[in-house]
T-cell receptor, first 110, second 112 residues
Framework: GQNIDQPTEMTATEGAIVQINCTYQTSGFNGLFWYQQHAGEAPTFLSYNVLDGLEEKGRFSSFLSRSKGYSYLLLKELQMKDSASYLCAVRDGRDDKIIFGKGTRLHILP | DAEITQSPRHKITETGRQVTLACHQTWNHNNMFWYRQDLGHGLRLIHYSYGVQDTNKGEVSDGYSVSRSNTEDLPLTLESAASSQTSVYFC???????????FGPGTRLTVL
């Protein structure tokens, strides 16, 4: 089965950098996703990692270590609009299902 | 533009009634998914389909059913609604075996 852990809540200051960690245990792995979800809205895709290393996309970067079952999402130059929940999700390599963690609620302070 | 839609966006029903939530996508994606999202649980997979006539149970499938008669639609049916099924329901689709999931806007269901 799958088990995905991420912090429940985090707080950071506008303009700063924040790192949201995600650890997973899986019997089959075929990629890790990060999604952003604003309150009352649908999740939207941020990043996808299938190989080890860092993927950078503007202010957001995502890192994966498959041997450690570990990923992080790095948000730079934080803006108030980054206040949202960030969902870590793993694709099961056996049946292509995507299993989500419970999400990290990020609060940005001015 | 291709999109994924859900209807209704809000629904209030009574315990014991049958309810069907619609999901329609115009991307021609083979894979479609239904999730429910509750505080403290995150997104949990209810049912999923990898193509026409294919349906599979997710981790919280009891009390729900789906059917896939064409590529575009995956309706979710609650056979006999229960208060425990009060939740926000998201439909999603993805290309076969590749890519991320695109989510619909969600349906907020309240069972009284």
């Amino acid at each position: 089965g799958q088990n995905i852990d991420q912090p429940t809540e985090m707080t950071a200051t506008e303009g700063a950098i924040v790192q949201i960690n995600c650890t997973y245990q899986t019997s089959g792995f075929n990629g890790l996703f990060w999604y952003q979800q604003h309150a009352g809205e649908a999740p939207t895709f941020l990043s996808y990692n299938v190989l080890d290393g860092l993927e950078e996309k503007g202010r957001f970067s995502s890192f994966l270590s498959r041997s450690k079952g570990y990923s992080y999402l790095l948000l730079k130059e934080l803006q108030m609009k980054d206040s949202a929940s960030y969902l870590c999700a793993v694709r099961d390599g056996r049946d292509d299902k995507i299993i989500f963690g419970k999400g990290t609620r990020l609060h940005i302070l001015p | 533009d291709a999109e994924i839609t859900q209807s209704p966006r809000h629904k209030i029903t009574e315990t014991g009634r049958q309810v069907t939530l619609a999901c329609h996508q115009t991307w021609n994606h083979n894979n479609m998914f239904w999730y429910r999202q509750d505080l403290g649980h995150g997104l949990r997979l209810i049912h999923y389909s990898y193509g026409v006539q294919d349906t599979n149970k997710g981790e919280v499938s009891d009390g729900y059913s789906v059917s896939r008669s064409n590529t575009e639609d995956l309706p979710l049916t609650l056979e006999s609604a229960a208060s425990s099924q009060t939740s926000v329901y998201f439909c999603a689709s993805s290309p076969q075996s590749q890519g991320d999931q695109f989510f619909g806007p969600g349906t907020r269901l309240t069972v009284l």
